[in-house]
């Protein structure tokens, strides 16, 4: 039987609804009795996406609109739903009433959702400002503060996740507290890219609680109160995979700018294959651990396997070690891979030290701020590191390459 060009499409749209994506309007002056349209927009938040279908744009109007709202009807893989800011326009998603989250993207079965939000400015949640418990969700372009807890949290669900060119920053937290700002745990496969991050008053960024593939790359951090980027730290027995031991596994800290933390710049605790390189750190570990930081710290005490840390610049802020490597922190001392990176301190060489801190039954002698030609010697790392202020021609080179920064005629602090 051949079809009429009519039926055709008739057909068509019958199997396939997307064919029905529509861009859809959301104004404080609105009614979620209107139609959706630029000339009849609805006004929450919440009413449009619950009306929102498979390739769906909905496009907020200027103005503020009231969070708390739960994400939770999917797009597909090739028609995701993209809410955004209409024109560009100044669009303020506050959750005002204190819900735990802001936006939440969940879905029953924890399935792809296929959502992506852009150029939106998040505020509050009493936990967090976004939290993500399913795949395929995109945050791109937002400004996202002020959050109870974690500005970003992801949980061992949120795989294929891409959070990129946001603005991520000031917990409505005190320095100290446990809220950082982006905080994965369990999730594999996510990117977390050109973000900017500051007045963070705990880590800036970590995953751990076997995250597994998780890219965290030239990324902008200055004001943290503890560390810098992680992969790994302490997760509850509770949040782990049975028979998955490591905190992170394959994941990479790469082409970051990371000033101003209190604790390291850089750090990987109970980790396997992590890497570590390109990173360009300055005023760092100004009140505890190192510039650089690989640890133990496991609930189930696994050590880390097959670390490698080179080509990062550390300046250091204070009297800490540029380097220290805590009790139980390897599988094996062969697994450690430290070389090629420059160490700088405002004291010169002699600011510059290196510690190493042996468990009970680690079976080597340990050693606290020792000079860089001693941890050459002791260790064997660091061959082809050196001591020395770096250039401008370098900060240049490396600022660059970390986050696109002309290479003349601009400052680089």
């Known amino acids: 039987m051949r079809l009429t060009p009519v039926l055709a499409l008739l057909v068509s749209l019958l199997m396939n609804p997307v064919a029905h994506a529509r861009n859809d309007y959301v104004s404080p002056k609105g009614s979620d009795h209107h139609r959706g349209t630029l000339r009849a927009p609805w006004r929450t938040l919440a009413y449009a996406v619950r009306q929102a279908r498979p390739g769906d744009h909905l496009w907020l109007e200027g103005g503020n609109y009231t969070g708390g709202v739960v994400i939770d009807r999917p797009g597909t893989a090739h028609h995701w739903i993209t809410l955004s800011a209409y024109h560009g326009q100044k669009v303020v998603v506050v959750d005002a009433h204190r819900h735990k989250d802001d936006l939440y993207f969940y879905c029953n079965g924890f399935k792809p959702l296929y959502w992506r939000v852009e150029g939106l400015d998040l505020v509050g949640g009493d936990d967090y400002v976004v939290k993500i418990d399913v795949p395929d969700v995109q945050l791109i372009g937002n400004d996202m503060h002020s959050s109870h807890d974690d500005i970003v949290k992801l949980v061992r669900t949120a795989a294929h996740v891409v959070i990129e060119r946001n603005r991520i920053h000031d917990n409505d937290a005190k320095d100290g507290a446990n809220a950082q700002g982006v905080d994965i745990v369990g999730a594999s496969n996510v990117r977390v890219a050109y973000n900017r991050v500051y007045n963070i008053p705990s880590f800036g960024m970590f995953a751990k609680g076997n995250a597994s593939h998780v890219v965290f790359a030239h990324n902008v951090l200055d004001h943290i109160y503890s560390r810098g980027i992680m992969l790994g730290q302490a997760t509850g027995i509770q949040f782990m995979i049975p028979g998955r031991t490591y905190e992170?596994?394959?994941?990479?800290?790469?082409?970051?700018?990371?000033?101003?933390?209190?604790?390291?710049?850089?750090?990987?605790?109970?980790s396997w294959r992590p890497r570590i390189y390109d990173n360009y750190c300055r005023d760092v570990a100004t009140r505890n651990t190192a510039g650089i930081f690989v640890s133990n710290e496991s609930e189930i005490h696994q050590a880390g396997t097959d670390v490698y840390i080179h080509n990062?610049?550390?300046?250091?802020?204070?009297?800490?070690?540029?380097?220290?490597?805590?009790?139980?922190?390897?599988?094996?001392?062969?697994?450690?891979?430290?070389?090629?990176?420059?160490?700088?301190s405002p004291k010169g060489a002699r600011g510059v030290r290196f510690s190493w801190v042996r468990g009970l039954g680690e079976g080597k002698f340990s050693f606290y701020f020792v000079s860089f030609s001693t941890w050459q010697r002791l260790t064997g790392f660091d061959r082809d590191s050196m001591v020395s202020p770096p250039t401008l021609a370098m900060e240049r080179r490396i600022l660059g390459g970390a986050v696109g920064l002309p290479s003349s005629g601009a400052s680089l602090h």
């Open 248 to 270: 992170t596994y394959d994941s990479v800290i790469r082409d970051n700018v990371i000033e101003h933390t209190g604790g390291a710049c850089v750090a990987t605790a109970s």
């Open 312 to 344: 990062n610049v550390i300046i250091l802020g204070g009297s800490r070690p540029a380097v220290e490597i805590a009790p139980n922190a390897m599988t094996s001392d062969r697994t450690l891979h430290i070389d090629h990176n420059l160490y700088w």
